[in-house]
């Protein structure tokens, strides 16, 4: 059974960085499509990145593009989430999310395996 843990969240200023991880037990991780999904206070989950198994495919929502980059360490199991510029709106609690397929991928329905969430605070 796959387990996902994030680690790497905490509370920073604007327009300074973080690197999210999401490091995966019990399955490869480069068998499926990975995503970061994030919960703001009062708001529904919202997709933020996504990368194709092999990675030759990633999508972004368009508030983070040219901010935030995904990537993958094949050899440790984990996937990545690179946050700069952060923004006051950013701050969420961020997920990773895992799945089979990119058909609705940035769909939050589309996953069945998720972490327990990294929080990410951005103060002005």
């Known amino acids: 059974q796959l387990q996902l843990v994030e680690a790497g969240g905490g509370v920073v200023q604007t327009g300074d960085s973080l690197r999210l991880s999401c490091a995966g037990s019990?399955?490869?991780?480069?068998?499926?499509?990975m995503a970061w999904f994030r919960r703001a206070p009062g708001k529904e989950r919202e997709f933020v990145a996504l990368?194709?198994?092999?990675?030759?495919?990633?999508d972004y929502a368009d508030s983070v593009k040219g901010r935030f980059a995904i990537s993958r360490d094949h050899a440790k199991n984990t996937v990545y989430l690179q946050m700069n510029s952060l923004k006051p709106e950013d701050t969420a609690v961020y997920y990773c999310?895992?799945?089979?397929?990119?058909?609705?991928?940035?769909?939050?329905?589309?996953?069945?395996?998720w972490g327990q969430g990294a929080q990410v605070t951005v103060s002005s």
């Open positions: 999310a895992a799945t089979f397929s990119l058909i609705r991928a940035t769909e939050p329905n589309s996953y069945g395996d």
């Open positions: 990368m194709s198994g092999h990675g030759s495919i990633t």
């Open positions: 019990g399955r490869i991780l480069s068998d499926l499509v």
